[in-house]
């Protein structure tokens, strides 16, 4: 129990251009939902935070408008990275949160490239 | 603040040997700890966690951590390291109430063959 899938694996995008990526928890529902960054040889980074039905609540030095958070429903999420440039290439995880419970279960992960 | 160190960056261990790997957090209450592991190009595997009861928590792959309040910290330890165990390791706390984490920055472990 407990899987979180993330979609697309791999994406490549020119500079400019948007890019979506989606977070599904497949066998429970999400009442909170996380996205993480990680560059090559680094540690995971919280980007923002999302609970069903309400706007995303961003950690400091994220741009909101940058990267658009969606949380339409208990079992989607969706990151949007907006005119993507080559410095937004990176490995980027969700994790999804029962709220009764304090454990994350963390996607696959998305590797993004801009190029 | 809360805060998680992993003080070593990179360890190399021998096929066979013991292992541990150091974790020390800093949080105004019992944290809720985790211990990852994340091979190249993939997501997060959760090795174990503590929340409450037994401070020795077993977890897969024979790993095992330690929870010392005293010390603020909860090391990972394996008795004897395989090949595949090779990858890096990301300690993280939790925090009751935000469901929030805070990773370490990670070790990145490599076994000799």
């Known amino acids: 129990g407990a899987v979180v899938s993330q979609h697309p694996s791999r994406v490549i995008c020119k500079s400019g251009t948007s890019v979506k990526i989606e977070c599904r928890s497949l066998d429970f529902q999400a009442t909170t939902m996380f996205w993480y960054r990680q560059f090559p040889k680094q540690s995971l980074m919280l980007m923002a935070t999302?609970?069903?039905?309400?706007?995303?609540?961003?950690e400091q030095g994220v741009e909101k408008d940058k990267f658009l958070i969606n949380h339409a429903s208990l079992t989607l999420s969706t990151l949007t990275v907006t005119s993507a440039h080559p410095e937004d290439s990176s490995f980027y995880i969700c994790s999804a949160n029962q709220r009764r419970y304090d454990e994350q279960y963390f996607g696959p992960g998305t590797r993004l490239t801009v190029t | 603040a809360q805060s998680v160190t992993q003080p070593d960056i990179h360890i190399t261990v021998s096929e066979g040997a013991s292992l541990e790997l150091r974790c020390n957090y800093s949080?105004?209450?019992?944290?809720?700890l985790f211990w990852y592991v994340q091979s190249p190009g993939q997501g997060l595997q959760l090795l174990l966690k503590y929340f409450s009861g037994d401070t020795l928590v077993q977890g897969i792959k024979g790993f095992e951590a330690e929870f010392k309040r005293s010390q603020s910290s909860f090391n990972l330890r394996k008795p004897s390291v395989h090949w595949s165990d090779a990858a890096e390791y990301f300690c993280?706390?939790?925090?009751?109430?935000?469901?929030?984490?805070?990773f370490g920055t990670g070790t990145r472990l490599k076994v000799l063959a």
């Open positions: 993280a706390v939790g925090a009751s109430g935000t469901y929030k984490y805070i």
């Open positions: 999302s609970n069903e039905g309400s706007k995303a609540t961003y």
């Open positions: 949080y105004g209450a019992t944290p809720y």
